[in-house]
């Protein structure tokens, strides 16, 4: 049986023990100690540490990194299986070291690293000992390499990185930085001097790199190579944002029904309203549209590789952010006021949707990686008629039953017949 869309029993167990796990430890530490996890102080990494020991304990720490890169190998497919209840609980992806942006970083590192610069940053990246960040768009080019400025010039046995980043997700907490110049990728260590973290924005940071010096071998990938490793860096990213979106999108929907049954309005409850019972069919299909792509570009990715699944990739991309803006709106709406708050996750995730539109690349660049690799695939038709024009069709058909049509003016008669009513309709 080829097409399966069952997982198998015994990753559905350790499914069933991440969402037990996710529910009865993540959740009550988040909302009593949220961002503990990321923290480096002692007490909250106290608090933090045994549960990602847990996660070591069942096998399921950095998930999506090969077994010869200390993962256990599992891929993409089953990675999204996953991502679909971590993406629902704020801290899941760390405490399960699938967190962005280290997970991209390690992808691109595992794949395109020597083995000296995987010995040396692998492990504790994959062990949370140090963080990553990585620094691609510029304040005047957003994230259109051809506009880029910041470069690096060979000085002996060291590179001189000079230009200005802007958006580094966690860039000022940073311990190495992967800074794309347009002549290369390199490594920075987030403390070297010259490394200028601007006052704002505070999260995504503006980054101005003054002549950094980085030793020669920091450069990872070939020279003007930063392109090729930065579709890697970024497809991989794009997926799993996808995945955790799957996640996002079915608490929302978990909160719409469950309010449907819960409110009365004019004499039933909400769920008996025909528009509550439309937002409701919508999001069912939009969810499960949206979960089927993802699972087949994970699965496409597993059997080829990020490359080859750079279209379908393209396209969760941007479905991902259409299918979150429209299922929290909907979600948010049936919640009424309350949905306007803050007090319930779905004003946030709402707000959240523009965002998932313009991060890893704004929808509009995707869409056209999606129509021009499509187009590849077709030709304009030679003729007058499109391809599918039904009576030049039509002729070419009547050729095979030429002979027919000859020695039977009762078929000859219906087949003319057929094609004047066929005309007549327009
Ligand atoms: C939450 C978040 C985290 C991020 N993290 C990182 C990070 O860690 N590292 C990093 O380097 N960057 C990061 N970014 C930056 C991100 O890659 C850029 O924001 C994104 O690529 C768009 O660049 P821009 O913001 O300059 O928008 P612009 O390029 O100015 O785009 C603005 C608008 O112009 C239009 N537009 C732009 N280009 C095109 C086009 N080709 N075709 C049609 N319309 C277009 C679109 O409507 C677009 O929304 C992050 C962004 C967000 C929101």
């Not at 399966?4 to 015994?10: G, I």
């Not at 819960?262 to 069912?284: D, F, L, N, P, W």
């Not at 396209?315 to 299922?327: N, W």
Request: with cysteine.
């Amino acid at each position: 049986m080829a097409w399966d869309f069952s997982t198998e029993p015994e990753f559905q167990e350790q499914l069933d023990w991440v969402e037990q796990f996710c529910r009865t430890e993540i959740e009550p530490l988040d909302l009593v100690f949220p961002g503990a996890p990321y923290s480096r102080d002692p007490k909250a990494r106290a608090l933090a540490d045994p549960l990602k020991q847990q996660v070591r304990d069942r096998g399921l720490w950095a998930l999506f990194l090969d077994k010869d890169l200390g993962g256990p190998g599992f891929g993409q497919l089953k990675l999204a299986l996953l991502n679909e209840i971590l993406g629902r609980y704020r801290s899941a992806p760390v405490i399960f070291g699938t967190a962005a942006p280290d997970t991209g970083n390690m992808e691109m590192l595992a794949a395109h690293g020597t083995e000296e610069q995987k010995r040396r940053w692998l492990p504790p990246l994959m062990n949370q000992e140090i963080f990553s960040a990585y620094s691609m768009t510029e304040p005047q080019g957003g994230s259109d390499p051809n506009l880029f400025r910041t470069h690096a010039m060979r000085d002996g046995e060291e590179w001189v990185i000079t230009g200005e980043k802007w958006f580094t997700s966690a860039g000022a907490r940073a311990d190495i930085i992967f800074v794309m110049c347009t002549n290369g990728m390199f490594v920075v260590p987030g403390d070297a001097p010259g490394v200028e973290v601007m006052e704002y924005p505070a999260l995504h940071n503006h980054i101005r790199y003054n002549d950094v010096r980085v030793p020669a071998d920091h450069l990872l990938g070939p020279e003007n190579g930063a392109k090729v490793l930065a579709q890697r860096r970024l497809g991989g990213g794009r997926i799993h944002h996808a995945m955790r979106t799957v996640a996002q999108v079915k608490l929302a929907f978990d909160i719409m029904c469950e309010r449907a049954l819960s409110r009365e309005s004019h004499g039933k409850t909400i769920a008996e309203h025909q528009m509550v019972q439309e937002a409701i069919a919508e999001s069912y299909a939009e969810i499960n549209m949206l979960r089927l792509l993802v699972l087949w570009t994970a699965w496409t990715i597993d059997n080829s590789s990020t490359r080859e699944a750079r279209t379908q990739i393209a396209a969760c991309k941007y479905t991902a952010a259409k299918v979150l803006r429209e299922v929290s709106y909907r979600a948010l709406h049936i919640m009424g006021s309350l949905g306007t708050t803050n007090l319930t996750p779905l004003q946030a995730m709402w707000a959240s949707a523009p965002t998932m539109a313009i991060m890893d690349g704004v929808d509009e660049v995707h869409m056209v990686t999606v129509a021009r690799n499509v187009l590849k695939g077709y030709e304009p038709h030679p003729g007058l008629w499109p391809t599918e024009y039904i009576p030049a069709k039509r002729e070419e058909a009547r050729k095979k039953y030429a002979s027919l049509l000859a020695a039977d003016p009762d078929l000859a008669a219906w087949a003319d017949h057929a094609a004047r009513a066929t005309a007549r309709g327009h």
